[in-house]
């Protein structure tokens, strides 16, 4: 089946679902509106009263039967989290690492997180140098939602992970105003404005802008950051019972002086090395620059009877630049006197991603066997093109094979040059269409079932050009994948504020990557089941839950140890594939509100992956953690804090064993290294003037650990944040 036939039959799909549920409830009484009934997700505090993200359902945090935490714009507010990485790191069963400075990587249940949502309309989160990991910064969300485990029927292809939901900041019907200044460690400021109101024809058009500015220096030394982000969008009520919104967002991300490396974790001795946490192998001019532009369009409707209908569209553009150098842990190993040894490991890359989505569904009640239950059918397209361009690196005013001596190293090099045709090198294409549909019924009062399906089609291929001509030359990598994918959830009130839920989710996940003889993968298929208890507490102000999880999957990719980084012919890094990886675990959480004065959100996380053999992997990530954060309003004043524990992490890497050749090179071994349990501790105190200015301050860190937030890549281990401090001045108008 052709792609353009495939987009073809999604698209009449999408308008048949909606003109179905059209005519099947044209004839009956309006008794509900957009807002109430698509538009969930209202938040008191730090709890939220309804999502639809994991089934496309209306449902409350009780009734989805998955593991889920929203953040709401207070708890994002209190705990100052500027950014989304920050967000994770207060996430339940989210594990955040980096590479480096500048790549972040985020894990839920030892699996990546990849799969977003803006609006809840798709879109791919990566890392790489040529990617378009830019997360926008947290000033134009509303709030943002994490379901962790499998979310095939709504998301399509991927992992039993989590899928991150970015929900926009809607427009207003009064008018509203707010700014913020921030100000703090390593030369960090900040600033922040929030405009929002009607524009015309009595309110019913009405507008937001959003825009913010940070200015910051870095832990790591010779690091320097700026970036810029502006949102606004536009809404209008077409008539009593359609609303129209439009809008863009902008963010550019521009990384002067980045590390582009972890700290060495070996000499070539044998013995361990230890380089403070400001440690940099970078050069003073690195940089890394990257542009995201994202337009968007979301059009909604009450056709009456409780049902509604809703399509969504986002076109998202990332170009990214970037030159980089660093001292390299890959090759080399420095020597524990003169602190030569290591490698110049360099690149220019420039890249543009371009991706268009689209989200269609209609959802509402419906009357059989003496009873009302609720049904929701829809479907999403998604395509993305990642244009890598012809450039790179034409000459050097230094040896690659020499570093010079890390003990000595100041960041200054002598500045390489460029050339950037403008022309592509490839263009890799990935297309998703899909169709989906689940109905929740009700067959007695404390009785709820929820049972759909999905059917994915996703393909990619690669189109690659002569670096000369910039002529076509070959498609690589041509790959599809067809899969139905079942969900089943099963909830039972055990009382009227306890409930006992089941969950079986289908896993599919294709793998645009490659082995070492650059073959293909073959996708990864299994099962994810979920189970457990979910309750209310004082007048439903605070939710908890309690559930285990267990998947099977096979085809599992893991990055070969038997083949050198970034070794294949298009600059990638080789994978191989596990077997019989078997995920197993628990989670605790809670969220909400104790006392009107006192509120509390986090959780505890156990997860445990071992293959076919019964070998534990993935070991990256921590087989325990625990996130607690609490505030509590104490008249004008604002106390907080929060803790954070993990066990031990570990990777395997070749290092050096104290023995030399004869021709003087290290002997090197697999050898563990490790990061062992560490506890981090947060604390926050803010104080209100009036009830429109408050000033605060924010410590992470608080007792100022040592740890890493990553061991074994490249050899290195890049080191977490120390301490930091961040005061903050806002006022509401």
């Known amino acids: 089946m052709s792609a353009p036939f495939r987009t073809s039959v999604s698209r009449l799909a999408l308008l048949a679902a909606l003109a179905m549920s059209s005519a099947a409830h044209a004839q ?49 507010e209190d705990f100052n989290l500027i950014t989304v990485a920050e967000v994770f790191a207060q996430t339940p069963g989210v594990n955040v690492q980096q590479y480096d400075s500048n790549r972040i990587l985020f894990n839920a249940r030892g699996f990546a997180i990849t799969n977003f949502q803006f609006d809840g309309v798709p879109t791919q989160y990566t890392t790489g140098a040529g990617g378009n990991s830019v997360l926008s910064d947290t000033s134009i969300y509303e709030r943002i939602e994490v379901v962790r485990g499998a979310t095939g029927l709504v998301t399509g292809a991927g992992d039993p992970s989590a899928t991150i939901n970015m929900v926009r900041k809607r427009p207003t019907e009064d008018f509203r105003a707010s700014t913020s200044l921030s100000a703090g460690s390593w030369n960090y400021r900040r600033g922040e404005f929030d405009i929002s109101g009607p524009l015309a024809l009595n309110g ?42 439009v809008g863009a967002d902008y963010l550019r991300t521009d990384s002067q002086g980045g590390a582009w490396s972890a700290s060495p974790l070996f000499f070539r001795d044998g013995t361990r090395a230890e380089f403070p946490r400001s440690y940099s192998a970078g050069a003073k001019w690195n940089r890394w ?81 003496g009873r009302q239950h609720e049904l929701v059918i829809g479907g999403n397209f998604f395509n993305r093109n990642l244009r890598t361009i012809n450039a790179g690196i034409t000459s050097r005013p230094y040896v690659v094979s020499a ?45 709820k079932i929820i049972a759909g399906g999905r059917f994915s089609d996703w393909d990619t291929k690669t189109d690659n050009y002569n670096v000369t001509t910039a002529a076509y030359t070959t498609t690589t990598g041509r790959y599809g994948e067809s899969r139905i994918a079942p969900y089943l959830g099963v909830l039972y009130d055990l009382t009227s504020n306890l409930t006992a839920f089941v969950s079986y989710a289908d896993v599919f996940q294709p793998q645009n990557l490659r082995d070492k003889n650059f073959e293909q993968i073959a996708p990864k298929i299994g099962g994810n089941w979920e189970g457990g208890l979910k309750a209310e507490f004082f007048d439903k102000r605070l939710y908890a839950s309690l559930n285990g999880f267990y998947m099977e999957q096979d085809n599992v990719a893991e990055i070969d ?40 959100t986090g959780g505890y996380t156990y997860t445990h992956n071992e293959d076919a053999k019964g070998q534990r992997v993935f070991t990256v990530n921590p087989l325990h953690m625990l996130k607690l954060n609490s505030t509590y309003k104490l008249g004008r004043w604002t106390l907080g804090g929060g803790v954070q524990w993990q066990t031990e992490v570990f990777q395997n890497m070749n290092a050096p064993t104290g023995r030399f050749t004869a021709a003087g090179a290290p002997i090197l071994a697999a050898t563990r290294v490790t990061q062992g349990s560490y506890v981090l501790a947060d604390a926050l105190v803010r104080y209100a003037f009036t009830d429109k200015i408050s000033v605060g301050v924010n410590a992470t860190n608080l007792f100022d650990k040592h740890y890493y937030r990553n061991v074994g890549y490249f050899n290195g281990g890049y080191w977490g944040e120390p301490r930091r401090v961040l005061f903050n001045l806002r006022a509401r108008y």
């Open 28 to 76: 009956a009484t309006d008794d509900t509106t957009v807002d109430s009934v698509l538009v969930t997700g209202r938040t008191e505090g730090y709890q939220v009263k309804g999502t639809n993200t994991a089934t496309k359902l209306p449902l409350t945090l009780r009734e989805t039967p998955q593991s889920l935490t929203v953040f709401t714009r207070q708890r994002i």
């Open 561 to 600: 140890p038997t083949a050198l980084p970034n070794s294949l012919p298009d600059g990638s890094t080789p994978y191989r594939t596990v077997s019989g990886v078997k995920t197993k675990g628990g989670e605790f959480e809670v969220s909400g509100a104790i006392t009107p004065a006192w509120s509390i």
């Open 289 to 369: 620059e990257r542009d995201s532009y994202n337009a968007f369009g979301v059009l909604e409707h009450d056709f009456g009877a409780g049902w509604v209908g809703r399509v969504a569209y986002n076109n998202r553009s990332t170009d990214t630049e970037s030159l980089l150098l660093a001292g390299s842990n890959s090759t080399g190993f420095a020597d524990r006197t003169t602190g030569r040894g290591l490698t110049i490991s360099d690149t220019y890359t420039v890249s543009e991603t371009r991706e268009q989505s689209v989200d269609a569904y209609a959802s509402g009640p419906f009357e059989a066997f």
């Open 403 to 447: 570093f010079p001596s890390i003990y000595d190293w100041n960041g200054d090099i002598g500045l390489p040059g460029v050339s950037n045709t403008g022309k592509p090198r490839s263009i890799a294409n990935t297309t998703e269409a899909g169709l989906y549909a689940a109905v929740r019924l009700n067959p007695t009062d404390r009785l």
């Open 204 to 245: 019913k058009v009405r507008g937001r802008l959003v825009g913010a500015y940070t200015d910051r220096e870095s832990f790591v030394r010779f690091q320097h950051d700026r970036s810029p982000s502006l949102y606004g969008v536009v809404e209008v009520d077409l008539t009593d019972n359609t609303r129209l919104r």
